[in-house]
C-alpha cells in the first residue's frame, strides 16, 4: 500500500465527492454532536445568535451562488430575503398555514422575483448589474411600506409561532434544531448543487461567459437559473427570518442588509460554499464578540466605564473586515485553507 | 443500523428539547444593588436621539445613588447599543437577561424593537418604557409596558384642534408633510380623520423622507395649494431641512406643526428666523421651563457636567430623566421586596403621580397602561434660540 | 407667465442645483472607479468627515469659512493619501471584490470614528453665505445653491483641463484605459492611484462643505451618497461628463417627481423615481448613457 501524502486521488469522481477523507466525516460528526448538545450549556442569548447566524448562511449561501459562482454582483438579496420574509408573515397569518407550506412558498415566490429581475437583467455587468438589483431592492422596499392592505406597512406584521406537527417552537433554543436541520439541508443541496453540470456551468460563466458561451452553455438559461436558484434561497432565508422574529418591518431589510450580504460572502470567501457559512457567522457573532469583550474590559478598568464609547466596538468591526482582507483576499475559507494544508503537510509545509 | 441511528439521534433531540426551558430565577436584585438594563441605539445616524434619552436615564439613576439610593440598594444601569436594529436589540435583551441578569429595562428603545422583543418581555416579566408612543403598547393590555407619552394620534388630533380652536380658522387649507415611517403614517390617517370631523378636507399630503437634502417639490407644491396650515409628520432633520426650504421660497404659513420627535430647542438653533411661525407639541416639559420637575432635571444635567449644548437633544434628555424617575419611584414604592412582579405593582399605584412638570400627571393600574393623552404647545422664541411653551396640559377636544 | 409653467420652471430649476450635488457626488466615485475599477463605499464617510471637519474648523478654531475650505480640502485630500497607502497599496493587484469590500469595511470604520471623534449631536453650520434668495423673474435660488452650480461649473472645468492637457492628467488617462500598458510607458501607476484617491476625496470634501451648508449636519450624511449612486450609472460609470449629465438628470427627475408625481400616485415616488428610471435606462443601454461598451477577448 502506498504511503498517502497530501491529495491522492484516483479518480475524478474521489475528486468531487462530498467528503472527501475519513477525516472530514469525523469532524463534521464531532461538529454535530457539539452542536446538539449546545442547547444543554449554552443560554438562550447564544442559542439566538447561532440561529440568526443560520438565517445568514442560508441567505450567504444563496448570494454566493448568483455572485460568488456564476459572477453575477447584487446589491438587491435584502429585497429577495424581504419578498420571503413576508410572504411567510403574509401567509401563515392570514390563512394559518403550516410552516411546510409558508418556507416552500416563500423560497418560490423569490424565486419568481428572481426571475423578474434576472430576465431583464441579462444583458448587464458588474456594477451596471449591482445597481439594477438595487434599484430593484428600493423598489420592493417602497412597495412594502405602500401596500399596507397587504404588509401592513410601516406598523409590521406579526408572524404566529412556528407549529411542528403539533408541537409549537414558541421559543429560540425549540427553534433551534429546526434551523440546523433546514441549514444543514441548504449547505449540501448547495454543495451537491455545485457539483452537478448545473454548478459547473455557473463557474463557467463566471470565469469567462463568452467561452462558456461557446462551449455551449446557455448563458440565457443559467444566468436566470442561477438567480432564481439564489433568490430561493433568499426566501427560505427571509421566511425563517420570520419565524425566528415573529415579528417584521420594512426597516428590517434596508440596502444595509444587502451590503451585509455581501460582505458575508466577500470576507468568508468568494466562490466557496465553506466560505458562506465563516462568513454568515463571523458577520453575525462577531460585533456581539467584540461588545462582550469591550463589557469585560470595562469590568477590569473601571475607571474607563464611563468613558468608552460603543462607536470603538463598530471601528474595530470595521478594522478587523479590512485587516482580514488585506492580509487574505481570498476571505476566511482562503485563511481556512491555509491553516489545513499547514496542518495536513507538517512538517513538510512547503 | 442507520434507523435506529437516526432515532436515537431524534430522541436525543427531543429530550434535549425538553430541558431546555429555561428556569425563571431571582434576576438583578440583591442586598445592595439593582441591575437595570437599557437597550438604546448609541451609534449611527440615530444616536442623536438615543444618546441624550439615555444620559438623561443613567444621570438620574446616578443622581439617585448619590441621595443614598433606593432601599439602601445603588441602581447599576447596564446599557446595551442596539444601532436601531431589530435582531440587535433582540440580541441585547436576551444578552441583558442571561448573561447580566438584570431585573427589568428602564426602556426597550423604538417601536419596532420593542414590538420585536414584546414576547421575551412579557415571558421574564420585563417592565419597560418604551420609547416609541403606538397605541399597540397598551390597547389590548400589554402587562409589562408601562405607556408614556401621548400617542401619535393624540398629538395630531389636538394640533387639528388647535388651529380650528385656539387660530380660531373656521376653513383653514391644511396640508401634511410626512415621512413613512410609523409617526408619519400614523399621524396622516390622524390629521387627515380629524379635520373630516370638523368638516374640512386636506389640501395636500407629501411624503418627506427623513434624508431629503431639499424639500423645494414639497415646498413648491404647498406654496400652489395655497396651504396656510403645514403638519408635519417627521423627525428633526427633515424638518428643519422643511423649514429652511420654506424660508428659501419665502412660503410663510400662518404655522407649521411638528410633534414631539420634532419639538426641541434645535430647531431654533437650525433654522433662526426660519423657525419663526413653528408651533410643536410633546409630553414633556421643556428645558426653559419653571417647574420644580424640569429644574431637577437641569439640576441633575449640571451635577454631572452637562449643559444644553453638550446633551443635543435637551427635549429627549428631559424623556430620559422622566422615565427613570418614574423607575426610581416604581422602586420607592415597591418597599424591601423587590422583584418583577413587586415592580409591577408599584407602577400600577400611580395615581395622578405628578412629576412635577416632567411628564403630564399619570396613572397605570392592574387593566390599563395607557399613557395620558396630554401635550403642551411650544412656540419659537428666536432671539433666545429655543422654544417656550404656551399651553399647558392638553387633550383632545370631545368630538360629537 | 401663468402659475403652471412657473411650478415647472421652479422645479427644473431647483432640480438643477440638487443635481449639481448629486454630480459633484457622482464625479468623486467615477474618479475612482474610472482608474481603479473600485466602487469606492466609503466615498459617502468622507463626504461626512468633510462636513464635520469644515464645521470644526469654523466653530472651534474660529478660522475664516475660505480657509476652513481650503483646509479641509487640504485634509481630506491627505485622507486620501493615507488611505491609498495603508488601504489599498497593499491589496494592488487582488481581486475587486476584495477591494471593494475593504472599502465596505473602511465605511464602517470611518463612521464610528466619525461618532467618536465628533459626537453624534445634530449639528447647525454657521454659514456665510447669506440666507437671502435671489429671485430672478420669479425664479427663486438660494445663495448657497448659485455657489454650488458655480463651484461644479469651476471643479468640472479644472478637471477637464487637467485631464485634457495636463501630463498627470493624460498619465491618468492611460492608466485608467489600460494598467499594464501605462506601465509599461512608465507611467508610475502607484503615484496615479495616489493622486486620484487625493482628488476624489477632495471632490467630496466640497460635496461635504455644501451639504453642511445645507443640512444638519450629522452622521446620516453619509446616506445622501447613496442617492447619487443613480447618477453614477446613468451617466455610464467610466465617464465624467456622463456623471454630470447623470447627476442633474437624477436631481431634475427627483423634483419633477415630487411635484407631480405624487400629488397622482403618492407615498413618496420621489426618491423611488430615480431608482426606477435608472432601470429602465440600463434595460435599454446596459452601460448607462455614456458609458463605453467594453469589448471582450476571450
Known amino acids: 500500500m502506498a504511503i498517502r501524502s497530501k491529495t491522492f486521488r484516483e479518480s475524478y469522481y474521489e475528486d468531487i465527492k ?73 401567509i401563515s397569518s392570514r390563512f394559518q398555514l403550516p410552516f411546510w407550506i409558508c418556507l416552500p412558498a416563500s423560497g418560490v415566490v423569490a424565486a419568481c422575483a428572481g426571475l423578474l429581475v434576472g430576465i431583464p437583467c441579462l444583458r448587464l455587468k458588474g456594477l451596471y448589474l449591482a445597481m439594477a438589483t438595487m434599484s430593484f431592492g428600493v423598489v420592493v422596499e417602497y412597495v412594502v411600506i405602500t401596500w399596507d392592505s397587504v404588509t401592513k406597512g410601516v406598523r409590521g406584521i406579526g408572524v404566529p409561532t412556528l407549529n411542528l406537527l403539533g408541537y409549537p417552537l414558541d421559543s429560540n433554543n425549540k427553534l433551534y434544531y429546526f434551523m440546523i436541520v433546514l441549514t444543514a439541508l441548504a449547505i449540501i443541496a448547495a454543495t451537491n448543487l455545485m457539483r452537478t453540470r448545473v454548478g459547473r456551468a455557473f463557474i463557467a460563466i463566471r470565469d469567462r461567459d463568452i467561452a462558456a458561451e461557446v462551449m455551449g452553455v446557455s448563458l440565457t438559461q443559467y444566468k436566470v437559473m442561477a438567480f432564481a436558484i439564489s433568490s430561493f434561497y433568499a426566501g427560505i432565508a427571509g421566511g425563517l427570518y420570520a419565524y425566528v422574529m415573529e415579528y417584521i418591518h420594512p426597516e428590517h431589510f434596508t440596502f444595509l442588509l444587502s451590503v451585509q450580504y455581501l460582505a458575508m460572502i466577500i470576507v468568508g470567501g468568494l466562490g466557496s460554499i465553506l466560505g458562506s457559512i465563516f462568513g454568515a457567522v463571523f458577520i453575525t457573532v462577531i460585533p456581539e464578540f467584540i461588545k462582550g469583550l469591550a463589557q469585560f474590559l470595562t469590568l477590569l478598568f473601571p475607571a474607563i466605564e464611563d468613558k468608552y464609547d460603543d462607536g470603538w466596538n463598530i471601528a474595530a468591526f470595521g478594522l478587523l473586515i479590512m485587516l482580514f482582507l488585506i492580509f487574505e483576499p481570498k476571505g476566511l475559507s482562503g485563511i481556512w485553507t491555509r491553516i489545513k494544508t499547514c496542518f495536513k503537510n507538517w512538517p513538510y509545509t512547503y | 443500523m442507520e434507523v435506529k441511528k437516526i432515532r436515537t439521534v431524534l430522541l436525543v433531540i427531543a429530550l434535549i428539547c425538553l430541558f431546555a426551558s ?22 449611527g445616524p440615530v444616536a442623536a436621539l438615543g444618546l441624550p434619552d439615555g444620559h438623561g436615564m443613567v444621570d438620574y439613576m446616578k443622581y439617585l445613588n448619590d441621595q443614598g439610593g433606593v432601599h439602601g440598594r445603588k441602581v447599576k444601569v447596564i446599557w446595551e447599543d442596539d444601532e436601531f436594529q431589530a435582531p440587535k436589540s433582540v440580541a441585547a435583551l436576551k444578552k441583558l437577561i442571561h448573561r447580566d441578569k438584570v431585573l427589568s429595562l428602564i426602556t426597550s428603545g423604538g417601536s419596532n424593537q420593542t414590538i420585536a422583543n414584546m414576547k421575551t418581555i412579557n415571558k421574564y416579566k420585563i417592565s419597560n418604557i418604551p420609547n416609541a408612543l403606538m397605541r399597540e403598547f397598551f390597547d389590548p393590555y400589554q402587562p409589562y409596558i408601562f405607556a408614556m407619552g401621548a400617542t401619535y394620534e393624540c398629538q395630531y388630533q389636538c394640533i387639528v384642534d388647535y388651529i380650528f380652536n385656539d387660530m380660531k380658522d373656521k376653513n383653514p387649507r391644511i396640508g401634511v408633510v410626512y415621512a413613512k415611517k410609523e409617526y408619519g403614517k400614523i399621524g396622516l390617517k390622524a390629521i387627515r380623520e380629524r379635520a373630516k370631523a370638523y368638516g374640512v378636507d386636506l389640501v395636500s399630503e407629501l411624503v418627506l423622507p427623513t434624508g431629503a437634502v431639499d424639500a423645494s417639490s414639497q415646498v413648491l407644491t404647498l406654496q400652489k395649494n395655497k396651504v396656510d396650515y403645514v403638519i408635519t409628520c417627521g423627525v428633526l432633520p427633515p424638518v428643519i431641512s422643511f423649514l429652511k426650504t420654506a424660508e428659501k421660497y419665502s412660503y410663510k404659513p400662518k404655522a407649521v406643526f411638528g410633534f414631539n420627535w420634532a419639538t426641541d430647542d434645535m430647531i431654533v438653533k437650525a433654522c433662526g428666523k426660519g423657525a419663526e411661525n413653528y408651533i410643536g407639541v410633546n409630553f414633556v416639559g421643556g428645558w426653559a421651563d419653571d417647574s420644580p420637575g424640569i429644574k431637577l432635571v437641569r439640576k441633575v444635567a449640571e451635577k454631572y457636567g452637562r449643559d444644553a449644548k453638550s446633551i443635543g437633544l435637551t427635549s429627549l434628555y428631559v424623556h430620559g430623566i422622566g422615565a427613570s424617575y418614574l423607575f426610581g419611584e416604581a422602586f420607592k414604592r415597591a418597599g424591601k421586596d423587590l422583584n418583577p412582579d413587586s415592580l409591577k405593582a408599584a407602577f400600577e399605584t400611580f395615581r395622578d403621580f405628578d412629576t412635577g412638570g416632567i411628564f403630564p400627571p399619570l396613572t397605570y393600574t392592574d387593566k390599563s397602561h395607557a399613557p395620558p393623552e396630554m401635550v403642551k404647545f411650544f412656540k419659537a422664541d428666536v432671539p433666545n434660540k429655543r422654544l417656550v411653551t404656551v399651553t399647558g396640559w392638553r387633550t383632545p377636544k370631545k368630538m360629537k | ?49 468633510s462636513a464635520f471637519i469644515c464645521y470644526f474648523l469654523v466653530t472651534t478654531f474660529h478660522l475664516p469659512f475660505l480657509l476652513a475650505i481650503l483646509l479641509t480640502g487640504i485634509i481630506a485630500g491627505l485622507m486620501g493619501f493615507v488611505t491609498e497607502r495603508l488601504v489599498l497599496r497593499p491589496m494592488l493587484g487582488e481581486p475587486v471584490f476584495a477591494v471593494v469590500m475593504v472599502t465596505i469595511g473602511l465605511s464602517i470604520f470611518l463612521r464610528s470614528m466619525a461618532g467618536i471623534l465628533f459626537g453624534h449631536n445634530n449639528l447647525v453650520f454657521p454659514s456665510p453665505i447669506p440666507k437671502e434668495a435671489v429671485r430672478m423673474g420669479g425664479i427663486v435660488l438660494s445663495q448657497t445653491e448659485i455657489w454650488l452650480m458655480l463651484s461644479t461649473f469651476v471643479l468640472i472645468t479644472v478637471f477637464f483641463i487637467f485631464f485634457k492637457y495636463s501630463r498627470m492628467g493624460l498619465a491618468m488617462r492611460g492608466t485608467a484605459d489600460d494598467q499594464d500598458v501605462a506601465l509599461l510607458m512608465g507611467i508610475s501607476v502607484k503615484q496615479v492611484f495616489a493622486l486620484i484617491w487625493a482628488v476624489s476625496f477632495i471632490t467630496a470634501a466640497v460635496s461635504g462643505v455644501f451639504l453642511a451648508n445645507i443640512m444638519v449636519i450629522n452622521l446620516g450624511l453619509t446616506f445622501v451618497a447613496i442617492s447619487a449612486f443613480p447618477a453614477i450609472i446613468l451617466g455610464g460609470l467610466e465617464s465624467i461628463p456622463g456623471a454630470i449629465i447623470g447627476g442633474l438628470a437624477i436631481g431634475i427627475i427627483e423634483n419633477l417627481a415630487g411635484g407631480y ?25 446596459p452601460y448607462g448613457l455614456f458609458g463605453k461598451k467594453e469589448i471582450e477577448r476571450v
Open chain 3, 1 to 49: 407667465m401663468n402659475a403652471g409653467l412657473m411650478f415647472f420652471i421652479q422645479l427644473v430649476i431647483s432640480g438643477i442645483a440638487l443635481g449639481c450635488l448629486y454630480a459633484l457626488i457622482a464625479v468623486g466615485f467615477v474618479l475612482i472607479l474610472k482608474a481603479t475599477d473600485i466602487l469606492n463605499f466609503a466615498q459617502g464617510e468622507v463626504i461626512m468627515l
Open chain 3, 261 to 285: 408625481l405624487d400629488q397622482i400616485i403618492g407615498g413618496g415616488v420621489k426618491d423611488v423615481t430615480p431608482f426606477v428610471v435608472l432601470f429602465l435606462v440600463l434595460m435599454i443601454r
Open chain 1, 18 to 90: 462530498l467528503f472527501k477523507t475519513i477525516w472530514i466525516k469525523s469532524w463534521i460528526g464531532l461538529l454535530l454532536v457539539v452542536l446538539a448538545v449546545l442547547p444543554l450549556i449554552g443560554d438562550p442569548y447564544i442559542i439566538y445568535l447561532i440561529n440568526i447566524s443560520c438565517i445568514a448562511t442560508v441567505a450567504a449561501l444563496g448570494l454566493n451562488i448568483l455572485t460568488g459562482f456564476t459572477g453575477q454582483i447584487s446589491l438587491g438579496h435584502a429585497a429577495f430575503f424581504a419578498i420571503g420574509a413576508y410572504c411567510t408573515a403574509i
Open chain 2, 22 to 43: 429555561p428556569a425563571l430565577a431571582e434576576r438583578g436584585v440583591t442586598k445592595d444593588t439593582i441591575k437595570l438594563g437599557l437597550i438604546l441605539v448609541k451609534t
